[in-house]
């Protein structure tokens, strides 16, 4: 029993990244109905600034945070203004090859200048630092990417249900037309979606920093959240995070009672089940079409 | 009349002038001997990739100082990223286009495996495979001289001293699932069965496994005393500092890839304290006369800025130097047999690395090819710090 309730933490705790980037890929699919495949990498940059702020400038932990979710903002905003907005004739097979032409150039762009060496971000806490309750433990930075998921979940279902802004997104994603012509500048409103969620990506990349970092730290939490996001429906903030945690869940107990060889496959099979059995996500009610 | 014998003339002398000459080694000029080498610049196993870096910047010295019997040593290094489809491809185009006249070193079994049949299907030398897998020597190829010492003695090293001297009885794995992790498995077994015992617990590790609560969960519930990580840098941190964070404390032994302890202290925060690890070449914070001398003379004339003088690069130069060795002996007249003849006299050949012999080929003694089978302990203290546990052991 004390195995069981430890990977269900365990698994609550992984899920938490994958929470976050599965927000980040909602927040711009509700709006632009892309799935955006540089997610990680976006979340990369900006963790990369951070830690050059930390160790080339020796800033401290929090206006170096701050910096560099300043940054992600500006480059979401910059990527949907310079790049996707370009697109001619865009459709949305278009733009996923446009977000993945993004995603290997921030690559090719950190690799290059921070190189390919494991490195390790300065904290405030160990990466490895834990709470031990009896035998479970739970580890401190996991709890903080684990407050810090569900606090930007509400922050955020908030925002789309009750601010103009948020109202204004949705209006974006469901009808481009009739929103601009109610007034919405559709444009803006998308540019700042693309901000929003580089933001939320960031804390992830930010997080999971002081536990190793290297160009390709991103890519099993990207796809794991993209997972997460489509278990979820794509379009539900909640839907999202929840699934998330039980990805976390089902990988610890699938590595714990029946393989651990094939522990990180599990989100995969997922995938391909939800698209073949319910496509439409566990929590979503409408866009069948969509997902 | 006169113009067809024109035409003729002009033909013969484009086909005698322009022509390549059939005659010559593939990868030697006049002027030039090309050596082609693997290595992940980028990806899961990017911290290795100093191995072929460290190369690079030995062979810049050798050209320096004059190069081998008036030729210069053009060197040919790209990325592979650690995947065995990039290294196939890589080696291909480069050996059909270029021309290699030897390869070097090329981090990792798997990506290893992927190429080792076409260089020797061709005849292709290739010197010190970066990894010490069996695979390389069962059975002995003419053209693959191994010199990293074999993972599967590595874990028989490790276990033998973790039971003789430590006292220790309950031993477990967590291995990568790959080539490289089922070596250091196949010599953990083995060496617990001379001692009458099996292992507590075999945990296999994906390269793709970031979260690796399971894993230590597993081997936590075996109630080891000692854990045999043969796995990558980054799966090793996260398998000591998960252990810690659960409260789980056993001896961990890693392999030889893990132990640049002044990289692995920096990656774990200073978790890697007490870690044993097998290892063949003088740690690069030591005073020894040839680590000093390679600093001064190769790593601070060559390397850039960010380069980091560590155990991954001076491995680089420790596979090469064989080579180099063997490419002197043969002299002016290079040619691959020629070369070949000449790695195979090499004997008692010591620099950076362990002890070097080689024989003549024989289909049934893998130490024709694998130049060393010694490595010694060591373990690391605060601040990557190393003390040295044992002198050189042999293995049978």
């Not at chain 2, 610049?41 to 320096?64: C, H, L, M, S």
Request: proline letters at 5%; one cysteine or more.
């Amino acid at each position: 029993m004390l195995d069981f309730i430890q990977m269900v933490v365990s698994g609550i705790a992984v899920g938490s990244t994958y929470a976050l980037m599965g927000l980040a890929m909602v927040i711009i699919y509700k709006t632009s109905e892309v799935p955006n495949f540089a997610q990680g990498e976006m979340a990369l940059a900006s963790s990369f600034l951070a830690m050059m702020l930390l160790t080339t400038l020796k800033m401290s932990v929090v206006p170096a945070f701050c910096l560099a979710m300043g940054f992600a903002v500006l480059l979401g905003c910059f990527l949907e203004f310079a790049i996707l907005r370009r697109a001619k004739e865009p459709n949305i097979l278009g733009m996923i090859v446009i977000t993945i032409g993004i995603e290997m150039m921030i690559l090719g762009i950190v690799s290059w200048k921070f190189g390919a060496e494991q490195k390790t971000m300065p904290f405030p806490i160990g990466p490895y630092d834990s709470f031990m309750i009896r035998d479970i433990f739970l580890g401190q930075l996991e709890a903080l990417i684990l407050v810090s998921a569900l606090v930007l979940m509400t922050v955020l279902f908030l925002f789309f249900r009750f601010s103009k802004l948020g109202l204004a997104m949705k209006a974006t994603q469901q009808n481009g037309i009739a929103a601009r012509i109610v007034g919405i500048r559709t444009n803006r409103i998308l540019m700042m979606t693309w901000g929003i969620s580089s933001a939320v990506g960031a804390v992830a990349g930010l997080l999971i920093s002081p536990v190793m970092m290297h160009p390709y730290m991103m890519w099993d939490p990207m796809l794991k959240g993209f997972a997460a996001a489509v278990m979820g429906g794509m379009t539900s903030l909640p839907g999202a995070v929840f699934a998330a945690y039980l990805l976390g869940i089902i990988e610890n107990l699938f590595g714990g009672y029946i393989s651990i060889e094939f522990k990180s496959v599990v989100a995969f099979v997922i995938i391909v089940m939800i698209l073949c059995f319910k496509p439409s996500g566990l929590f979503s009610k409408h866009y069948v079409k969509k997902v | 009349m006169k113009d067809a014998l024109t035409v003729l003339f002009v033909i013969l002398a484009l086909f005698l002038g322009l022509a390549p000459d059939l005659t010559a080694e593939e990868g030697i000029t006049d002027t030039e001997i090309h050596i082609g080498q693997w290595g992940p610049q980028t990806g899961p196993a990017a911290a290795w990739g100093a191995v072929a870096r460290g190369t690079g910047d030995y062979f810049k010295w050798i050209n320096e100082n004059g190069g081998i019997h008036g030729r210069k040593i053009v060197y040919h290094m790209f990325d592979d990223g650690y995947n065995p489809a990039k290294t196939k491809a890589g080696v291909k185009e480069l050996q059909e286009g270029t021309g290699i006249f030897a390869w070097v070193a090329g981090v990792g079994t798997s990506t290893g495996l992927a190429v080792k049949d076409y260089l020797m299907e061709k005849k292709v030398p290739w010197i010190g495979p970066s990894a010490g897998s069996m695979h390389w020597v069962s059975p002995p190829e003419k053209y693959l001289f191994a010199i990293y010492p074999l993972y599967f003695y590595e874990a028989k090293i490790l276990v033998k001293y973790a039971v003789e001297t430590l006292g220790k009885k309950k031993i477990a794995i967590a291995y990568l699932n790959d080539e490289y992790g089922k070596n250091g498995l196949e010599g953990m077994i083995e060496e617990l069965k001379s001692h009458g015992l099996e292992p507590v617990a075999q945990v296999p590790v994906e390269a793709k496994d970031e979260d690796l609560k399971p894993h230590v969960m597993e081997l936590k519930k075996s109630e080891a005393d000692t854990v045999l990580l043969w796995t990558t840098v980054g799966h090793s941190v996260r398998i000591v500092g998960t252990a810690k964070a659960m409260g789980f404390a056993p001896q961990f032994m890693g392999s030889s890839t893990t132990s640049d302890f002044v990289f692995m202290n920096y990656i774990s925060k200073g978790l890697w304290e007490n870690v044993i690890c097998s290892t063949f070449g003088p740690v690069t914070t030591s005073d020894h006369p040839l680590i000093v001398k390679f600093k001064a003379e190769i790593f601070d004339k060559y390397a850039p800025k960010e380069e980091r003088y560590g155990q991954f690069y001076t491995a680089g130069i420790t596979y090469a130097e064989p080579l180099i060795e063997g490419l002197k002996r043969t002299g002016r007249d290079l040619t691959r047999e020629k070369f070949v003849a000449q790695m195979e006299g090499l004997k008692g050949f010591q620099s950076l690395g362990p002890e070097i012999n080689f024989k003549p080929y024989d289909k049934n003694d893998i130490y024709c090819r694998q130049g060393t089978n010694t490595s010694f302990l060591i373990q690391a203290l605060p601040n990557g710090e190393t003390k040295i546990l044992t002198d050189w052991i042999k293995m049978e």
